[in-house]
């Protein structure tokens, strides 16, 4: 029975340190890029982006977002994404 059980926590010990030691951009979503249709104004607040399906991404921006210009509703951007939230967003070129 402690041989069954030392087996079982071993191999738990094995699958969390497999999985801890995944890169970050392994766990990271794709990036969003879209239209802003509605935000709130300050740090934190919140986003909302259309983007070419019709799809709308509500990111969740806090002090450690990089926020790569001051924006306004119908900008198009990019927002980049980490395991901890919302890393970057990024104005794209053709804007203003």
Do not use: C, W
Not at 43 to 62: A, E, F, S, W
Request: net charge positive.
């Amino acid at each position: 029975m402690d041989r069954l059980v030392l087996g079982v926590l071993g191999a738990l010990i094995f699958l969390v340190m497999s999985v801890v030691s995944l890169h970050n951009s392994v766990l990271a979503l794709p990036p969003v890029q879209g239209e802003i249709v509605s935000m709130t104004a300050g740090v934190p607040g919140t986003m909302v982006i259309r983007d070419d399906k019709g799809q709308l991404h509500i990111l969740n921006l806090t002090q450690q977002t990089q926020l790569g210009a001051q924006f306004k509703v119908g900008d198009k951007v990019l927002a980049f994404f980490s395991p901890y939230g919302v890393s970057a967003v990024q104005l794209q070129s053709g804007n203003r």
